[in-house]
């Protein structure tokens, strides 16, 4: 089957490694998506890279009108790659009448006609491999392999860390290394939802050169307190990386005032901080 890869405005950067072509997105002056494929897609498998950060709401629209386009038009396969899926935090309910976004986003792109979506340490699943979740098929990557590789060129035998259970799967391969306990509190008053995280470091990192591995780093808060863990517990040097960098709130540069030596994220969303290709982790699948 003939397969094309198409690239929406906002992952235009991806071309310098894809050959692909260029899906049109553009606003009506009322604020509204236009979309416009302008290749030649029927009977063909279609791989469209679409970022859904930031501008969640906006991104997830032109993803929908894009991939139903795509379907109806006789593609004959869509894929969608989504670096960093939004909506993937609110994975549980705490209070009585929450929306499950996770689920209600994953049933939308799969009632768009999506047949695979392709994306990196998706926030619900917590592990590498292919899952259905909501109806949607779903392959998610990790990057914990490329983003640990990029320490240990720098670093010989560091302590490999993840903040909390969740990012635990990142250190499955690794001998020396630690998960921190993290709990969270109540939800903060205001507009906001936002539960504070405390940590516990129940293991030595005493002399040590550690790397803190993560899915997200969004506030920052999170990954600051690891930080300031190991510091305090007298840590020789401290590396940050996590596959999506959102950097709320300053948090990078906050980061590296805390302590961190270096942080690093992939290019699932462009920041200073970006030194991972997803691409790289697409050969093989795509
Ligand atoms: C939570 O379980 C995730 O793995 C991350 O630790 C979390 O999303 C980071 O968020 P923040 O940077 O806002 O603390």
Redesign the pocket.
């Known amino acids: 089957m003939e397969r094309i890869v198409l690239l929406s405005p906002n992952s235009h950067d991806f071309m310098k490694k894809l050959p692909s072509h260029q899906l049109i997105a553009k606003q009506f002056p009322d604020g509204e998506n236009y979309i416009r494929i302008p290749v030649e897609f029927r009977g063909k498998e279609v791989v469209f890279i679409h970022r859904c950060y930031p501008h969640q709401d906006k991104s997830l629209m032109q993803l929908f009108l894009a991939i139903k386009t795509l379907k109806e038009g006789g593609a004959s396969r869509v894929r969608a790659v989504v670096p960093y899926l939004p909506y993937a935090?609110q994975d549980k309910l705490f209070l009585k009448g929450e929306a499950l976004s996770s689920k209600i986003v994953c049933g939308l792109i799969n009632e768009s006609g999506c047949d695979e979506l392709i994306t990196f340490d998706c926030?619900f699943l917590k592990k590498e491999g292919i899952f259905n979740y909501a109806g949607l098929d779903i392959r998610n990557i990790s990057l914990s392999h490329a983003i640990l590789s990029y320490f240990k060129k720098k670093l010989h035998s560091p302590k490999i860390i993840s903040?909390?259970e969740?990012?635990s799967y990142f250190l499955a391969k690794e001998k020396d290394s630690g998960v921190m306990k993290k709990t969270r509190g109540a939800y903060s008053k205001g507009k906001t939802m936002y539960r504070k995280?405390e940590i516990e470091v129940d293991f030595n990192v005493e002399g040590r050169d550690v790397v803190i591995v993560?899915?997200?780093?969004?506030?920052?808060?999170?990954?600051l307190k690891a930080v300031e863990a190991c510091k305090k517990l007298g840590a020789k040097s401290i590396y940050c990386g996590a596959s999506h960098g959102l950097f709320l709130n300053n948090?990078l540069k906050r980061l590296k005032r805390a302590g961190a030596k270096e942080v690093i994220a992939s290019n699932s969303i462009n920041s200073p901080a970006s030194k991972i290709n997803i691409v790289d982790s697409l050969r093989g699948v795509l």
């Not at 993560?214 to 808060?221: F, R, Y």
């Open positions: 935090r926030h903040p909390d969740g990012a995280p993560d899915d997200i780093i969004g506030t920052g808060s999170t990954m948090s």
